[in-house]
């Protein structure tokens, strides 16, 4: 696909929902009693990725597009596969559902695409082991395929070396599965949105500092989930707006959790014009954010705000190259790690399209301020890093090609549409 550069962005957009609430909503729908009812479910590949597996577990799940109906069969309602489950490109799926199978009274093999069998698996492996699970690496590289055989689980304190939302969640729910209470404490606190929707189930959750403990066995109950619009989604039409002269849009009912709104308190260091107002709910907050074309500064990103950013941070680099001054990049490691190399991809891109960045152990360096011109993009089939560089065409001149620009499905299949309704000449 080809972009170039954007007159200005004007209008109104309401992103879809939010994938890691959509992915859990299936997950505890499916492990509750009763029919869970979720509405703004996002379709993206990776959540129909979630919704097959546990099909194949004989879960009814009803996608009727406008809502998804989950007949759940309780904590020990799942059966066995007749085969593989096959989890796609989805992290989030394979991770939370090998602490789920760790519990159950039957083995599960569990595969993905390419770039899910390159992911490091060890960091749930080794503390369901703890855990008494049998789980292995089917190739002995500790990655997928995983062969999991269902056993008796005991409760730990797993104190994890990163900060990982998929970490933490597959050791919670396999303690759930667990014969006494099971706590995670992370560097820095990652994501919480299984805590929050284990609550709204009924399950005992405790959160203190970065810890949350899970006591076994509760009754999960049905529920109706309303999914807020993905944060992560939004980012990449905060980035337009900020660097497309002239333009000014607003996006709608966007999840506002504490966890996830790095994106926006780095924005705002690094003086963007962004106005948050209608804030509504707890839990899972929402609001709508009026987003300008702002003159923008380098700042430093490391430490606590990384993980509520982690997703971002490919369009947070493209940003610092349209702002003045230096943005360091630091405490980041985690992104050599995701759908692709995101540190190594890039900096590829972006130095092909004339920006000065450096590559560092744990991030990167950005002088800003340099004039960005199309380029070819090996987008690695990582629809994080194709999203980034459509934005990054709208504010850079001459072309710019995306090559498997369509791998934007995996988290936002109408991407490109919902980008182009917003530009004007
Ligand atoms: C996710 C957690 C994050 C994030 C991913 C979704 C989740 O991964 O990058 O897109 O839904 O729990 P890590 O837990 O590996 O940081």
Request: glycine residues 10%; contains cysteine.
């Amino acid at each position: 696909m080809k972009f170039k550069r954007a007159h200005r962005l004007r209008g109104t957009i309401t992103v879809p929902g939010d994938k890691s609430i959509s992915h859990r909503s299936i997950m505890f729908g499916a492990l509750a009693k009763g029919t869970t009812r979720v509405t703004n479910f996002l379709q993206g590949a990776d959540c129909l990725s979630t919704i097959a597996c546990f099909e194949r577990m004989g879960i009814e799940i009803d996608n009727r597009a406008d809502e998804i109906l989950i007949y759940g069969k309780g904590l020990h309602g799942l059966r066995a596969s007749k085969g593989v489950l096959d989890v796609g490109n989805s992290g989030t799926t394979i991770r939370l559902i090998s602490g789920i199978l760790s519990g159950q009274s039957f083995t599960t093999q569990l595969t993905g695409d390419a770039s899910i069998q390159s992911r490091p698996m060890r960091r749930i492996i080794e503390p369901l082991s703890q855990m008494g699970a049998q789980i292995e690496s089917v190739q002995g590289n500790g990655c997928a395929p995983l062969r999991i055989q269902g056993a008796p689980l005991h409760g730990i304190h797993y104190v994890s070396p990163v900060a990982s939302a998929q970490v933490k969640s597959c050791i919670l729910l396999a303690g759930l599965y667990a014969d006494s209470p099971t706590s995670v404490t992370e560097p820095y606190l990652s994501r919480n949105h299984s805590e929050i929707m284990l609550r709204h189930f009924g399950a005992s959750v405790l959160s203190e500092g970065t810890t949350a403990t899970v006591q076994p066995e509760p009754e999960l109950q049905a529920q109706e989930i309303q999914v807020p619009g993905d944060i992560s989604s939004a980012a990449y039409f905060i980035a337009s707006a900020l660097i497309v002269p002239d333009s000014e849009i607003l996006i709608k009912n966007v999840g506002m959790n504490p966890t996830r709104d790095g994106i926006l308190k780095v924005c705002m260091a690094m003086g963007a014009d962004i106005t948050i107002f209608n804030e509504d709910g707890s839990g899972e907050p929402t609001a709508d954010l009026m987003v300008r074309h702002s003159g923008l500064r380098g700042t430093t990103i490391g430490g606590a705000v990384i993980p509520t950013l982690i997703d971002e941070l490919p369009v947070v680099a493209a940003l610092a190259c349209f702002a003045e001054g230096t943005t360091l990049i630091k405490d980041a490691q985690e992104l050599k790690v995701k759908e692709s190399n995101r540190i190594d991809v890039m900096v590829k891109n972006l130095t092909a399209m004339g920006a000065q960045v450096t590559e560092t152990e744990d991030g990167m360096i950005i002088e800003g301020g340099h004039p960005l011109h199309g380029a070819v993009i090996d987008s690695r089939m990582d629809h994080r890093i194709a999203m980034t560089f459509a934005v990054t065409a709208l504010a850079s001149d001459g072309e710019t090609q995306i090559i498997d620009a369509d791998c934007v499905k995996i988290s936002y299949p109408d991407f490109y549409q919902d980008l182009y309704a917003l530009i004007e000449g």
